[in-house]
């Protein structure tokens, strides 16, 4: 299947765009599409075909999952809505909070702030619901106070702001890099040595644009420190670790892609766990019913913005990933 690159339009609602790409018969309708619009996830496309704002040859397309037909599609990309959160009452870990910034103990499961198609439940409207209106707006209206993010299954401590002047502070900290961030990581076998630092730029795979990847070219600097802090199962050949991650910087994934590098994915990674477990891991992981990766921000320290107060927060391990550190202990 060749697609024709996309032209654009006027001819659609006000606002909106109209693009029009020709494709050719096979594969996958939603894939092809994707394929021939970079600019547009297949998820978004999928919601465009569902809102019937994707035509073929004038005629409405209602199922993404069909063949694609040879013709010309007409898809109408509405202009984009700013997100508002809206305040929820979801129950909140605190472990400080004052005038200036709030720090949070995050379970895995909740994403940091809104994002296409995941609009409710998170973080940001837990937060609008416990601070009300003192969040700070620098990050924007979709991620008020965020200064810095962890992954949505990845549990731990996260600072956020709730004035312009801690944000401003915050965020000088983590650009230059004086911020204390311990990671606790459970991996399939142990990286070797057992001590050391990975450094290499992390960017968007070339191989597939939803993963991160060490690149060669472009991508940004990365650097992460580690310390095996026991094994299990064969000292010669471990089935599993427990490292301690310290990041030097603080890049998308940058522990999990790191950790794969090195032949020692976070166990239960759905992305980059690459290869499988031995089976008296998986039997523990199921055992102790851990259905994410097993990273946790355990340590997070830095000196207040506002006071100059030096701060530390630490979390234990949350359940899923402690029972599994017990179970991996029995190997």
Same mark, same amino acid.
């Given at each position: 299947?060749?697609?024709?690159?996309?032209?654009?339009?006027?001819?659609?609602?006000?606002?909106?765009?109209?693009?029009?790409?020709?494709? !050719?018969?096979? /594969?996958?309708?939603?894939?092809?599409?994707?394929?021939?619009?970079?600019?547009?996830? =297949?998820?978004?496309?999928?919601?465009?075909?569902?809102?019937?704002?994707?035509?073929?040859?004038?005629?409405?397309?209602?199922?993404?999952?069909?063949?694609?037909?040879?013709?010309?599609?007409?898809?109408?990309?509405?202009?984009?809505?700013?997100?508002?959160?809206?305040?929820?009452?979801?129950?909140?870990?605190? *472990?400080?909070?004052?005038?200036?910034?709030?720090?949070?103990?995050?379970?895995?499961?909740?994403?940091?702030?809104?994002?296409?198609?995941?609009?409710? /439940?998170?973080?940001?409207?837990? *937060?609008?619901?416990?601070?009300?209106?003192? *969040?700070?707006?620098?990050?924007?209206?979709?991620?008020?106070?965020?200064?810095?993010?962890?992954?949505?299954?990845?549990?731990?401590?996260?600072?956020?702001?709730?004035?312009?002047?801690?944000?401003?502070?915050?965020?000088?900290?983590?650009?230059?890099?004086?911020?204390?961030? #311990?990671?606790?990581?459970?991996?399939?076998?142990?990286?070797?040595?057992?001590?050391?630092?990975?450094?290499?730029?992390?960017?968007?795979?070339?191989?597939?644009?939803?993963?991160?990847? #060490?690149?060669?070219?472009?991508?940004?600097?990365?650097?992460?420190?580690?310390?095996?802090?026991?094994?299990?199962?064969?000292?010669?050949?471990?089935?599993?670790?427990?490292?301690?991650? =310290?990041? !030097?910087?603080?890049?998308?994934?940058?522990? =999990?892609?790191?950790?794969?590098?090195?032949?020692?994915?976070?166990?239960?990674?759905?992305?980059?766990?690459?290869?499988?477990?031995?089976?008296?891991?998986?039997?523990?992981?199921?055992?102790?019913?851990?259905?994410?990766?097993?990273?946790?921000?355990?340590?997070?320290?830095?000196?207040?913005?506002?006071?100059?107060?030096?701060?530390?927060? !630490?979390?234990? *391990?949350?359940?899923?990933?402690? =029972?599994?550190?017990?179970?991996?202990?029995?190997?």
């Amino acid at each position: 299947m060749t697609p024709t690159p996309p032209d654009t339009d006027d001819d659609a609602e006000e606002g909106s765009t109209l693009q029009v790409v020709t494709l !050719e018969a096979g /594969g996958r309708l939603d894939k092809a599409l994707a394929a021939a619009l970079p600019t547009l996830s =297949r998820a978004r496309l999928q919601a465009l075909i569902a809102e019937g704002r994707v035509s073929r040859d004038g005629a409405v397309v209602t199922d993404g999952a069909a063949k694609a037909v040879a013709g010309e599609y007409r898809i109408e990309v509405p202009p984009p809505v700013a997100a508002e959160p809206e305040p929820e009452a979801i129950p909140l870990r605190v *472990l400080f909070e004052d005038a200036h910034l709030i720090v949070i103990d995050k379970p895995a499961g909740i994403a940091m702030h809104p994002a296409p198609g995941s609009e409710r /439940g998170t973080l940001v409207n837990a *937060l609008l619901h416990h601070c009300g209106d003192s *969040l700070s707006g620098i990050g924007g209206v979709a991620r008020p106070g965020i200064v810095h993010r962890i992954d949505k299954d990845t549990s731990g401590v996260v600072v956020v702001a709730k004035t312009d002047a801690a944000h401003q502070g915050l965020s000088a900290l983590f650009a230059d890099h004086d911020i204390d961030r #311990m990671y606790v990581a459970l991996t399939r076998g142990a990286p070797s040595p057992i001590k050391g630092t990975i450094e290499g730029a992390i960017g968007r795979s070339p191989n597939d644009r939803k993963k991160m990847a #060490m690149v060669k070219t472009g991508g940004r600097h990365a650097i992460t420190h580690y310390a095996v802090e026991k094994t299990f199962g064969p000292v010669t050949k471990p089935l599993g670790a427990r490292v301690a991650c =310290r990041l !030097e910087t603080g890049r998308t994934h940058q522990i =999990r892609v790191h950790l794969a590098s090195k032949g020692a994915p976070c166990l239960g990674d759905p992305t980059y766990g690459s290869g499988s477990p031995s089976q008296p891991v998986k039997d523990a992981i199921a055992a102790a019913g851990l259905t994410r990766q097993a990273l946790h921000a355990a340590v997070l320290g830095f000196v207040h913005p506002i006071t100059g107060e030096t701060m530390r927060f !630490e979390s234990p *391990l949350p359940d899923d990933m402690a =029972r599994l550190e017990a179970l991996l202990g029995k190997l």
